[in-house]
């Protein structure tokens, strides 16, 4: 059986199948590009919903066109940074796998009830990404302890809720944006579904590698269909004054600043943090698959602990990086770990070359301007199919699940606690302490893991018949 993680000190073509060893540059450098687009819009989409949502801290204010505009250059900064770090650790922060990290959706419903609250703003949220990633890190360093309670099934019910958690966010998104005056508009949801459609037709027509690319072929075509409306008076669906004003206020370069410089510096408050440290909880629970795919689907090997404890440490102190440049929570991308097992693409340093590319991007704000300018519909008809799809994952992980009278029960009750939760009239909770109406009352995700996870602890698991 070939060593796909040999060391090898020679340039070679056929590296790009093994995890150590250099590749030319000629190369690399098209093979990293392709990773950075299968995950480019997907690491912005998740900074303009909850930037573009999220007001400014005592006075309710939202944030300007150029401040989302500097967010957006940071995720793509982070992205690559933390992504470096998995490939290349630095003491144990770093698994050594070809994992590629990006901005993550899982947060998307505590950030946004966070980043809305007028006590907490803006400026609570990113207090809470920077304490929630250093926790996370630390949990993440502790895996040996606590990784066998971590059942498969509990993975399961987390994805599935997160798809589910998603599903309002994707179609607000497609009907222009949730209370946007022209929510509901023809133009809205015609743009949104002919993205929708160009999306599902690429993935079907482009071969090979490259249907991976479809999220990025619907964006643009949509894009496009959006400027010829605006541009022809049919409806005003772009600001194109946001790249142009960039362009003036902020210029074609500029370094990421971090957040203790700008006027919007990070508040901590308690009941922010207890209500995003459940939801690190739970990406370290997908992270934990994600690494875990990796090492089964191309190295064809079970997953080490210092790998798993490396990939964790990552996911949460590179959130701490990213929060004190303003920035939301990063994670493993699931679409990449894909990439990786369709094409046998591991190589580290091919890899390495797709986290160059996203560093080098984010040092040009017209960049993240033109994104900036994205029409909510254009981007809903592209995340309600990636939405849907982190739920299909989910249901592929509970598939592998051994299906008794325990994991029934345990299923059930998790999803009609945690989700039923979230569909009550009132606040459940009204008589507790408000961070627990806060964490869980809106938080589909939160309640099912917390559910699950206590249901694994008690319920018996059941005899097998040659155990009797």
Same mark, same amino acid.
Not at 38 to 63: H, K, Q, W, Y
Not at 94 to 102: A, F, H, Q, R, T
Not at 417 to 432: E, H, K, P, R, S
């Given at each position: 059986?070939?060593?796909?993680?040999?060391?090898?000190?020679?340039?070679?073509?056929?590296?790009?199948?093994?995890?150590?060893?250099?590749?030319?540059?000629?190369?690399?450098?098209?093979?990293?590009?392709?990773?950075?687009?299968?995950?480019? &819009?997907?690491?912005?989409?998740?900074?303009?919903?909850?930037?573009?949502?999220?007001?400014?801290?005592?006075?309710?204010?939202?944030?300007?066109?150029?401040?989302?505009?500097?967010?957006?250059?940071?995720?793509?900064?982070?992205?690559? !940074?933390?992504?470096?770090?998995?490939?290349?650790? =630095?003491?144990?922060?770093?698994?050594?796998?070809?994992?590629?990290?990006?901005? /993550?959706?899982?947060?998307?419903?505590?950030?946004?009830?966070?980043?809305?609250?007028? %006590?907490?703003?803006?400026?609570?949220?990113?207090?809470?990404?920077? +304490?929630?990633?250093?926790?996370?890190?630390?949990?993440?360093?502790?895996?040996?302890?606590?990784?066998?309670?971590?059942?498969?099934?509990?993975?399961?019910?987390?994805?599935?809720? =997160?798809?589910?958690?998603?599903?309002?966010?994707?179609?607000? *998104?497609?009907?222009?944006?949730?209370?946007?005056?022209?929510?509901?508009?023809?133009?809205?949801?015609?743009?949104?579904?002919?993205?929708?459609?160009?999306?599902?037709?690429?993935?079907?027509?482009?071969?090979?590698?490259?249907?991976? +690319?479809?999220?990025?072929?619907?964006?643009? +075509?949509?894009?496009?269909?959006?400027?010829?409306?605006?541009?022809?008076?049919?409806?005003?669906?772009?600001?194109?004054?946001?790249?142009?004003?960039?362009?003036?206020?902020?210029?074609?370069?500029?370094?990421?600043?971090?957040?203790?410089?700008?006027?919007?510096?990070?508040?901590? %408050?308690?009941?922010?943090?207890?209500? !995003?440290?459940?939801?690190?909880?739970?990406?370290?629970?997908?992270?934990?698959?994600?690494?875990?795919?990796?090492?089964?689907?191309?190295?064809?090997?079970?997953?080490?602990?210092?790998?798993?404890?490396?990939?964790?440490?990552? @996911?949460?102190?590179?959130?701490?990086? /990213?929060?004190?440049?303003?920035?939301?929570?990063?994670?493993?991308?699931?679409?990449?770990?894909?990439? &990786?097992?369709?094409?046998?693409?591991?190589?580290?340093?091919?890899?390495?070359?797709?986290?160059?590319?996203?560093?080098?991007?984010?040092?040009?704000?017209?960049?993240?301007?033109?994104?900036?300018?994205?029409?909510?519909?254009?981007?809903?008809?592209?995340?309600?199919?990636?939405?849907? /799809?982190?739920?299909? $994952?989910?249901?592929?992980?509970?598939?592998?699940?051994?299906?008794? %009278?325990?994991?029934?029960?345990?299923?059930?009750?998790?999803?009609?606690?945690?989700?039923?939760?979230?569909?009550? @009239?009132?606040?459940?909770?009204?008589?507790?302490?408000?961070?627990?109406? @806060? !964490?869980?009352?809106?938080?589909?995700?939160?309640?099912?893991?917390?559910? /699950?996870?206590?249901? *694994?602890?008690?319920?018996?698991?059941?005899?097998? $018949?040659?155990?009797?």
């Amino acid at each position: 059986m070939e060593n796909k993680e040999e060391l090898i000190t020679t340039v070679s073509e056929e590296n790009i199948y093994k995890l150590n060893g250099r590749v030319p540059l000629a190369k690399a450098i098209p093979f990293g590009l392709q990773h950075v687009l299968a995950m480019f &819009v997907s690491n912005l989409a998740p900074v303009l919903i909850v930037c573009g949502a999220a007001v400014v801290r005592g006075t309710g204010e939202s944030l300007t066109a150029v401040e989302i505009t500097r967010l957006l250059q940071c995720a793509m900064f982070v992205a690559g !940074i933390g992504t470096c770090l998995q490939l290349y650790p =630095i003491w144990k922060v770093g698994s050594k796998l070809p994992i590629v990290m990006g901005v /993550s959706f899982t947060f998307l419903g505590s950030l946004l009830m966070i980043c809305t609250n007028p %006590d907490l703003g803006y400026e609570g949220m990113v207090g809470a990404v920077i +304490l929630g990633g250093i926790f996370e890190g630390l949990v993440g360093l502790s895996a040996k302890y606590w990784k066998r309670y971590l059942t498969p099934v509990v993975s399961a019910c987390v994805v599935i809720a =997160i798809g589910l958690s998603l599903l309002p966010v994707g179609m607000n *998104s497609w009907g222009g944006g949730s209370g946007a005056e022209t929510f509901g508009s023809w133009y809205h949801l015609l743009v949104g579904a002919f993205t929708l459609v160009v999306c599902l037709v690429s993935r079907y027509l482009l071969k090979g590698v490259y249907k991976n +690319l479809n999220i990025l072929v619907g964006l643009i +075509l949509g894009y496009i269909l959006a400027g010829i409306f605006t541009i022809a008076g049919i409806a005003p669906m772009i600001d194109f004054s946001g790249i142009t004003k960039t362009i003036g206020e902020v210029g074609f370069f500029s370094i990421p600043r971090l957040v203790f410089l700008t006027s919007h510096k990070p508040v901590f %408050d308690i009941g922010a943090f207890f209500t !995003i440290a459940i939801v690190f909880l739970v990406s370290a629970a997908e992270t934990t698959g994600a690494t875990t795919a990796v090492c089964t689907g191309t190295l064809g090997r079970d997953i080490k602990i210092e790998e798993l404890q490396g990939s964790l440490a990552v @996911d949460g102190f590179s959130s701490t990086i /990213s929060g004190c440049f303003g920035c939301l929570p990063l994670t493993s991308f699931s679409q990449n770990v894909g990439l &990786v097992t369709m094409t046998g693409v591991i190589n580290r340093f091919t890899i390495l070359m797709g986290a160059m590319i996203l560093i080098l991007a984010s040092l040009f704000p017209p960049l993240g301007a033109f994104f900036n300018s994205l029409p909510q519909s254009v981007l809903g008809g592209c995340t309600v199919m990636m939405f849907g /799809s982190i739920m299909y $994952e989910g249901m592929k992980m509970l598939k592998e699940c051994e299906f008794d %009278d325990r994991t029934m029960i345990l299923v059930s009750l998790a999803f009609c606690i945690g989700v039923g939760l979230t569909q009550t @009239d009132g606040n459940f909770f009204a008589a507790f302490p408000q961070a627990v109406g @806060d !964490i869980f009352n809106g938080n589909a995700v939160a309640g099912v893991f917390v559910v /699950s996870l206590l249901l *694994s602890f008690i319920l018996p698991r059941e005899k097998k $018949e040659s155990e009797n």
